[in-house]
Nanobody, 128 residues
Framework: QVQLVESGGGLVQAGDSLRLSCTASGPSFSRFALGWFRQAPGKDRDIVAAISRSGRSTYYADSVKGRFTISRDNDKKTFYLQIDSLKTEDTAVYYC?????????????????????WGQGTQVTVSS
């Protein structure tokens, strides 16, 4: 069982930056593939960014490329989503997720059914 605790959401203005954090409980964090998803009101949950177990592969949704950066700190069992140049359309609940069965050579995972455990979600609201 892995528990994920998210932090860093809030109310910000368009053009601002935020950094979301997700800290995992338990051992073996360095073996996990990691992802960030978001769900806007009335919409499906979609992938935002992902990073592979090795850290060498990342994935970004087209809508966030160049503005969002995913990273991981295995020593702290924490991964991050740096969000720059926020737009009103970035308003959503953001979820972190981990894939505990990732193999070392695999690429970043972009499908939500690749992930085994999820955080509780953190609200990001961007005002114009």
């Amino acid at each position: 069982q892995v528990q994920l605790v998210e932090s860093g959401g809030g109310l910000v203005q368009a053009g601002d930056s935020l950094r979301l954090s997700c800290t995992a409980s338990g051992p073996s964090f360095s073996r996990f593939a990691l992802g960030w998803f978001r769900q806007a009101p009335g919409k499906d949950r979609d992938i935002v960014a992902a990073i592979s177990r090795s850290g060498r592969s990342t994935y970004y949704a087209d809508s966030v490329k160049g503005r969002f950066t995913i990273s991981r700190d295995n020593d702290k069992k924490t991964f991050y989503l740096q969000i720059d140049s926020l737009k009103t359309e970035d308003t959503a609940v953001y979820y972190c997720a981990v894939d505990v069965n990732a193999i070392l050579s695999s690429s970043a995972k972009s499908r939500d059914d690749d992930y085994d455990y999820w955080g509780q979600g953190t609200q990001v609201t961007v005002s114009s």
